[in-house]
């Protein structure tokens, strides 16, 4: 005869067996934060999957600010609806430090910046990076615009990372200003003949000069002289990659995981990269899926 305490007993163990979303948000919202991410196509969200729920769904959640906003500065449009998109944005971050949220996003977001401390300033730089695009092509930067561009697309986005990722050390710090830097270097230096279809050359002028290539974005592909300048910029690239790797080993080893993983998978692009040269820049160099998992079992494991 069943008194009622057998069923409730039951209730009881399956109740503790369900565990509680991630950042103890909304499953709907994180839901939605996840869709984001997916609907990038890019690899970003499986590279994810090694952080625990918390800092991974918070690295969804950055990841989805920084695409959207991205996503604002490659539209087609007016560059003054799109400046006017991405104030909106900082203003829509300004509010998540004031307690305001509207969506599913803000109130991801909300939560990871008060679990992460994440400063308000990055995502403002970030926000500062996209407006450098939305406001017309780059093309040809000086060498001091072209290092705050990576500062502001890259290495901001790493500090925001660093911190989720589980190490708010001034060493995690340097980290990102460096890792940044190398993996949009590379970016750079693999998109060259795309950029150039977009108008966009993004190649540091004083460089350009030196190797008399053209300050035009069509001819700039087609100059012999841009293997000699991408040259200077990939070992730039290089210098970079190690200074992060010797910041690495003074930070948190567990939390640094992701880092060795972007720094390993980013290099090994490098590396083919330079083998290929800068001959014929529309050939786009890529890492086969065997070469990934290869570079991932080494990253996480040494």
Request: net charge positive.
């Amino acid at each position: 005869m069943d008194d009622g305490y057998g069923k409730a007993g039951m209730e009881l163990t399956r109740a503790r067996t369900v565990q509680a979303p991630p950042l103890g948000c909304d499953a709907a919202d994180l839901a939605q934060v996840e869709a984001v991410v997916s609907a990038s196509g890019t690899s970003f969200g499986k590279g994810m999957r090694i952080l625990p729920p918390d800092r991974r769904y918070g690295m969804y959640a950055v990841y989805a600010f920084c695409r959207l906003v991205d996503d604002v500065a490659d539209d087609d449009g007016a560059a003054e609806d799109k400046a006017a998109r991405l104030e909106a944005w900082r203003q829509r971050i300004a509010g998540l430090y004031e307690g305001r949220t509207n969506d599913a996003l803000d109130r991801v977001l909300a939560v990871v910046i008060g679990r992460f401390a994440l400063r308000q300033a990055d995502f403002d730089a970030v926000i500062d990076g996209m407006m450098m695009d939305a406001r017309g092509p780059v093309v040809a930067p000086d060498e001091a615009t072209f290092d705050l561009y990576c500062d502001r697309v890259a290495s901001a986005v790493g500090r925001l990372s660093v911190r989720v990722f589980g190490d708010a050390s001034e060493e995690a710090d340097r980290v990102a200003y460096h890792l940044g830097r190398a993996l949009q270097i590379t970016n750079i230096l693999r998109d060259v003949a795309e950029d150039s279809r977009l108008g966009r050359l993004y190649l540091p002028r004083e460089l350009l000069a030196r190797f008399n290539v053209p300050l035009d974005p069509e001819r700039a592909p087609r100059a012999r002289g841009l293997e000699g300048v991408c040259r200077v910029l990939a070992g730039r690239a290089r210098d970079h990659f190690r200074a992060a790797h010797r910041a690495m080993a003074r930070c948190n080893r567990q939390a640094m995981r992701p880092a060795r993983l972007m720094g390993a998978t980013y290099g090994a692009i490098l590396t083919a990269q330079e083998r290929q040269g800068w001959r014929h820049p529309e050939r786009r160099v890529s890492l086969s899926r065997p070469r990934k998992l290869l570079i991932a079992a080494r990253a996480l494991v040494g």
